[in-house]
């Protein structure tokens, strides 16, 4: 495998695209095979990028980098490992060892939301929440047109209503916009937002930043626990208003739902 890293006075340097030296590595059977410095003067990210190109670069190594620049090295198959900011002896001794890895790529992610056609998307998800006692609305129409579903159930703690936003994946080409989008879409008249789409980790963590909801597509899968527990799987424990619905339930899991 070889292997970039932007590199500054024996740390991963602080920005991709701004960086001007790399440490290029090739590994082989868990081992450093060779090692070498190279420079770049000027500071346009497309030349860091033809680095990757005319060295075959397999995986890059980096902390900073602009989401253009990520989704340039998902298009050309390089896995990317981000956000490190240790030495870079450290950083290659957790590579080497297994404990650091690269993260899902935005454009697998991208591909497999498009694998599965929005109807189906949408249709699996009003019977996951109308199997959890939910009674399911369209969205608000082109105004907010990445809200697909509006999910409605009454409180069995205080009675009151609990209004869900659902969005499910594949409306525009970046998933981390509609995301953002989404989050912005569903307003605070929405005590949840739940993002449905395929199992991904990238599109876990672009939710979380956002307090979205993930609900990972598993067609085999149609229902979940009854009660306050299938409710914190679908919801999470984020919920305004109704902190104590949840207080005496575990933890929620993606994991337990029930097959059909």
């Known amino acids: 495998m070889k292997i970039l890293i932007p590199e500054l006075n024996g740390y991963i340097a602080p920005c991709f695209e701004a960086c001007s ?30 680095l990757l190109r005319v060295h075959d670069t ?23 490992v981000p956000d490190q900011c240790l030495s ?11 404990k650091i890895k690269p993260e899902d790529s935005a454009l697998d992610a991208i591909q497999g939301a498009y694998e599965i056609p929005l109807d ?25 047109f990445l809200i697909d579903l509006t999910a409605e159930k009454v409180c069995p703690v205080c009675s009151g209503k609990i209004r869900v936003a659902v969005c499910c994946g594949g409306h525009t080409y970046r998933l981390d916009q509609e995301i953002r989008e989404f989050h ?24 979380a930043e956002y307090s979205i909801r993930f609900l990972p597509y598993e067609p085999s899968r149609t ?29 929620g899991n993606l994991s337990g739902m029930a097959d059909k």
């Open 58 to 80: 397999q995986l890059l190594v980096c902390n900073g980098i602009g989401e253009f620049y990520r989704d340039m090295i998902a298009s050309m198959g390089i896995g990317l």
């Open 184 to 207: 912005f879409s569903a307003g605070e008249e929405y005590h949840a937002r739940v993002f449905v789409a395929p199992p991904s980790g990238y599109v876990e963590r672009s939710c």
């Open 88 to 98: 870079i002896k450290d950083t290659l001794r957790g590579l080497l060892a297994g």
């Open 120 to 144: 189906q998307l949408i249709g699996w998800a009003k019977e996951i929440f109308r199997k959890a006692g939910f009674s399911i609305n369209p969205g608000n129409g082109k105004d907010s």
């Open 21 to 50: 030296s790399f440490i290029m590595l090739e590994v082989e059977k868990g081992k450093i095979k060779s090692r070498r410095k190279t420079r770049l003067e000027g500071h346009e990210g497309f030349r860091r990028i033809r």
């Open 223 to 251: 229902a979940v626990p009854a009660g306050n527990t299938g409710l914190k799987i679908l919801l999470g424990e984020n919920i305004p208003g109704h902190e104590r619905l949840f207080a005496d339930v575990a933890p």
